[in-house]
């Protein structure tokens, strides 16, 4: 591969977007293949493609990293990541995108726009980043580039712009007519080349119709190919070109190709159309970032100061490796740099052009290139990389909430701070992972973006670390409180073991505390607010039958009772304790003998009163197509959700409902299956209620 092609004009940075099984990573594996960065094809189904290196990618068949690769073609680099198509790995494509200048969408022939090619879409929408279309699979039974383009329109509400004509269909699938060119590109057998020739006579008026209707939508769309167009009639191939690559870039338009990638049928017309018509870094506007308070422009020029993001980082054999986007200025090795946003100098070891899993070393990367490092300690995904004379701050990915969790543990004692340590590499490569422990529960919690990316997490710990790792449904935080109360409980705490004894005698009052509002806790009398919920103490004992240290005594002995519940050992919150009356000892009271009294007496007060679970709830807005409320809200009624209100917005429906936190484990899976992946939600914690006896029962027991 050649390795001179430094001009920002020569680049191209584009990425492989699609649902599931559209054949993203095929289609990069022939893009290889055609370029001669490979010798031989790479096959999914065995297991020997160059971007799904990591063996749980080729056990499950699927992307689930996103990969970058370099190659050559045409005079030009080709800096191309294939992304994930699982919806659970979308924060990996949302951090592609963010360093990417174009993308190759890829849609299914007979699928046409699939859910999560829909979700890719958007992603790449708000980026900005300009996309051609490469209908795949043009040999399967069914088939059908218009109805394929049909649905790019109807769905993705944008113009699609189709160069190609298939030649033959489903099985007899053997090449396309360029209607830009007006020739045909002919595959033999073994589709490792193919013949250009005349447009085959059976195709000839089909190819002139559709080159007029192309032509027709792109002088609607671009005024300078309207004005040859109302002068002449017909737009020429060079007119004709420029205003693709205008209307590819701005978006307007958005090209259409055509190919079968499995039998390696037309991804040289699809590179082609990527050196024509995707922007180079030199194309694309100056990266904006902040310099103290104020915006600063750097363009995409090798002698202006340096500035990157890092965008990836993975624990390798050979060491820690971040993946950088540089957008400005040379980069060379032993470099010293600064991360902007700690402020820490690195220095830069080696400079590596991405091969997947292999790699080429080079002595510098310039502004437009796509490369990895190895050396730095300390620079995070989202991290700038800077001069430190100039320094800049670039926006960072954003990574999207976690939306499921699992407990996690190690399988035995001795290696729970191994644990601890993978989890944090893990967090550190993958930032759309979160791990906490739950205060209360105890509990390590590991939080991701579905089911599958957190079962692809742990088994990543499992099989790098060795280690043994226990996983189960994290603990509900229940509370107790008070439904109905006791008056007059009389505790007497008398021990006496020889020496100095016990003696302290309260009476208490318990009831539920209605106003739980901590703003009006300080007019009654040493009342009191603490825990996760509201908690209240007065005294009204008289003539100081219990001197005020031993009042407090008391209070601190009922706050201690407060932990355990008698329902289910849970903390309780919600309630008030009146201390009535007591008495003391001349020698046998104390602080502590106080304390313990008030602490067995609150445990026997809620013993005696009518106690009541809450569960902690949550307000959801789930965000969901027009054709999939009526299943949604069923489903949220079956997890005795409450459905407080609804918007109307393009296409969609927000729906907002109060769930208990309980039911909503397995949720993001049962709402992408009813709405074929393009429902979202999210969650904000809003306190607690009450839960029914059987929904605490089976909580248990599952």
């Known amino acids: 591969m050649r390795t001179d092609l430094n001009t920002s004009t020569t680049v191209r940075n584009l990425g492989i977007l699609a649902h599931v099984d559209a054949g993203k990573t095929t289609v990069t594996e022939r893009i290889l293949y055609a370029t001669g960065a490979t010798h031989k094809r790479g096959e999914v189904h065995k297991g020997t493609t160059v971007t799904d290196y990591d063996p749980q990618e080729r056990d499950r068949g699927i992307t689930i990293f996103a990969a970058a690769v370099s190659c050559t073609w045409d005079d030009h680099r080709i800096n191309l990541i294939d992304t994930p198509g699982h919806v659970d790995f979308s924060d990996e494509v949302e951090r592609s995108l963010r360093v990417l200048d174009g993308a190759v969408a890829v849609f299914d022939a007979v699928a046409g726009v699939e859910p999560q090619s829909e979700s890719v879409w958007r992603q790449a929408d708000r980026h900005g980043v300009p996309r051609i279309v490469f209908v795949n699979k043009m040999d399967r039974v069914g088939a059908d580039l218009d109805q394929a383009v049909a649905s790019v329109q109807e769905r993705l509400h944008v113009v699609p712009l189709v160069v190609q004509l298939p030649i033959g269909q489903e099985d007899g699938f053997t090449g396309t007519v360029d209607l830009v060119h007006m020739r045909a590109l002919v595959w033999g057998a073994g589709a490792d080349s193919f013949a250009t020739g005349a447009v085959p006579d059976a195709l000839h008026d089909e190819a002139r119709r559709r080159r007029r209707l192309l032509e027709e939508r792109v002088a609607e769309l671009h005024p300078a190919a309207l004005e040859e167009y109302c002068a002449t009639s017909a737009l020429s191939t060079a007119t004709l070109t420029a205003a693709l690559r205008d209307l590819t870039r701005s978006g307007e338009g958005v090209v259409v190709l055509c190919g079968s990638a499995y039998r390696n049928r037309g991804i040289e017309p699809l590179l082609d159309a990527v050196v024509s018509y995707l922007p180079s870094p030199a194309d694309m506007p100056p990266v904006r970032g902040t310099s103290g308070?104020?915006?600063?422009?750097?363009?995409?020029?090798?002698?202006?100061?340096?500035?990157?993001?890092?965008?990836?980082?993975?624990?390798?054999?050979?060491?820690?490796?971040?993946?950088?986007?540089?957008?400005?200025?040379?980069?060379?090795?032993?470099?010293?740099?600064?991360?902007?946003?700690t402020g820490r100098t690195e220095r830069i070891g080696r400079?590596?052009?991405?091969?997947?899993?292999?790699?080429?070393?080079?002595?510098?990367?310039?502004?437009?290139?796509?490369?990895?490092?190895?050396?730095?300690?300390?620079?995070?995904?989202?991290?700038?990389?800077?001069?430190?004379?100039?320094?800049?701050?670039?926006?960072?990915?954003?990574?999207?909430?976690?939306?499921?969790?699992?407990?996690?543990?190690?399988?035995?004692?001795?290696?729970?701070?191994?644990?601890?340590?993978?989890?944090?590499?893990?967090?550190?490569?993958?930032?759309?992972?979160?791990?906490?422990?739950?205060?209360?529960?105890?509990?390590?919690?590991?939080?991701?973006?579905?089911?599958?990316?957190?079962?692809?997490?742990?088994?990543?710990?499992?099989?790098?670390?060795?280690?043994?790792i226990a996983v189960g449904r994290p603990r509900v935080a229940y509370r107790e409180t008070v439904a109905r109360g006791v008056s007059g409980l009389v505790y007497r705490h008398v021990k006496q073991d020889g020496g100095a004894g016990q003696f302290a005698h309260v009476v208490l009052d318990l009831e539920p505390l209605e106003d739980r509002d901590a703003g009006d806790a300080g007019d009654a009398g040493g009342g009191t607010v603490g825990g996760d919920g509201v908690f209240e103490f007065r005294s009204t004992v008289a003539g100081g039958r219990v001197p005020q240290e031993y009042v407090r005594a008391v209070e601190a002995g009922c706050r201690d009772a407060l932990a355990e519940g008698p329902l289910g050992g849970h903390p309780v919150t919600g309630l008030r304790v009146t201390l009535t009356d007591g008495a003391t000892h001349s020698k046998d009271s104390s602080e502590m003998a106080f304390r313990a009294a008030g602490r067995f007496a609150l445990r026997e007060a809620l013993r005696a009163a009518d106690m009541e679970l809450l569960e902690p709830v949550v307000e959801v807005v789930v965000s969901v197509p027009d054709d999939a409320v009526g299943g949604v809200l069923g489903d949220l009624a079956a997890r005795r959700g409450r459905v407080s209100g609804s918007a109307a917005r393009t296409g969609t429906t927000a729906l907002t409902a109060t769930v208990p936190l309980a039911e909503l484990f397995g949720y993001a899976s049962r709402l992408r299956s009813r709405t074929q992946g393009r429902g979202t939600f999210t969650t904000r914690p809003t306190g607690y209620a009450p839960v029914p006896v059987a929904a605490y029962q089976q909580a248990l027991s599952g």
Do not use: W
């Not at 701050?393 to 290696?415: F, H, I, R, W, Y």
């Not at 390590?444 to 710990?461: D, N």
């Open 293 to 341: 308070s104020a915006l600063e422009e750097r363009a995409a020029d090798p002698s202006a100061p340096f500035v990157a993001l890092a965008f990836k980082v993975s624990a390798t054999a050979t060491g820690r490796l971040t993946c950088l986007r540089v957008y400005s200025g040379t980069m060379r090795k032993g470099d010293t740099v600064l991360d902007a946003g």
């Open 351 to 468: 400079i590596l052009h991405v091969q997947a899993d292999r790699h080429a070393e080079a002595d510098r990367a310039v502004a437009g290139d796509i490369v990895a490092v190895v050396g730095l300690k300390g620079t995070r995904a989202g991290s700038t990389l800077c001069a430190p004379d100039a320094p800049l701050v670039l926006e960072p990915p954003k990574a999207a909430a976690p939306v499921v969790s699992v407990a996690v543990e190690a399988g035995n004692s001795t290696e729970t701070a191994r644990l601890s340590s993978a989890l944090a590499g893990l967090v550190e490569e993958d930032p759309s992972l979160v791990v906490r422990t739950d205060p209360e529960t105890g509990q390590t919690v590991l939080s991701g973006m579905g089911e599958l990316h957190l079962e692809v997490a742990v088994e990543k710990i499992r099989r790098s670390h060795g280690l043994h």
